[in-house]
């Protein structure tokens, strides 16, 4: 794993954004795994700003988001579709539909990561996945204790994870307690990985990740055994660790 340590968000958008840049100057048909969460938002915005000032395209761009809220449809504004709209895709000059998130509100929930696993299977993988991770370890949706094995399923969301989620909606009650997710080996098919890391909150979960050991418990660990990791991460998210840039 690469790690390259930055002051603080602001620092790591940009990196991070610049990150993403190269790789879509270097293949305008790069197929994307994105994430949603307050981590990315800072990227997206340097995205978009780059787009709009160096004319960046995206035209040939695919994108899978790692996941969804069981319940919403794409209209609601909690959704992950919303966010990534809203956040991202309105603003550049992508395909929309070329733009894929699970859907949180198909009849047949089992049927639904079927389908999205095999669309990611037959569109070839994702080139580069952007990871956000949080305070417990969850990479997408995938809490501790989910199998390493696992491919695009439905989760219960872990009680931290529904808390700490709960600053984007009106009450606590209204956050969904289900998701899809892409799965840990969904995820470990991409055949690069980013993962950003900002602020204090993620601190413990940074020092578990690079110094603790490989376990289901903690999700993140699992990106110790991919090949092509590279982690931006702030001072504070990786405050107390010995970084070799
Ligand atoms: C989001 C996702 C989650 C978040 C994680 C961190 O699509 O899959 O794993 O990346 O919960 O969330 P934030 O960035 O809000 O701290």
Redesign the pocket.
């Known amino acids: 794993m690469k790690i390259i340590e930055v002051k603080d968000y602001k620092e790591m958008s940009q990196k991070a954004a610049e990150y993403i840049i190269e790789k879509v100057c270097h293949n305008p048909k790069i197929k994307l795994g994105l994430?949603?969460?307050?981590?990315?938002i800072g990227t997206y915005q340097n995205l978009i700003a780059d787009h709009k000032q160096n004319g960046t395209s995206y035209a040939n761009v695919m994108t899978f988001?790692?996941?969804e809220y069981i319940g919403l449809s794409g209209e609601n504004k909690n959704s992950?579709r919303y966010f990534m709209d809203e956040q991202l895709f309105n603003h550049i000059d992508i395909n929309k539909k070329n733009t894929f998130v699970p859907q949180g509100v198909a009849e047949d929930i089992q049927a639904e990561c079927e389908r999205y696993e095999n669309l990611l299977e037959e569109y070839g993988g994702i080139d580069l996945q952007v990871?956000?991770?949080?305070g417990n370890g969850?990479?997408?949706?995938n809490e501790p204790g989910t199998s390493f094995q696992s491919q695009t399923h439905v989760v219960n969301l872990a009680t931290s994870?529904i808390n700490?989620?709960a600053r984007f909606f009106n009450q606590i009650e209204e956050v969904p307690v289900q998701a899809v997710?892409m799965g840990i080996s969904t995820i470990m098919k991409s055949k690069e990985i980013l993962l950003l890391a900002s602020g204090e909150?993620?601190n413990n979960a940074m020092v578990q990740l690079l110094n603790g050991e490989i376990t289901e418990s903690f999700p993140a660990s699992v990106l110790k055994k991919h090949p092509c990791v590279t982690i931006i991460a702030d001072r504070a998210a990786v405050a107390g660790l010995k970084i070799q840039c």
């Open positions: 994430a949603t969460g307050g981590t990315p988001n790692l996941d992950y990871l956000g991770i949080g969850h990479i997408g949706f994870t700490a989620n997710t909150s993620k």
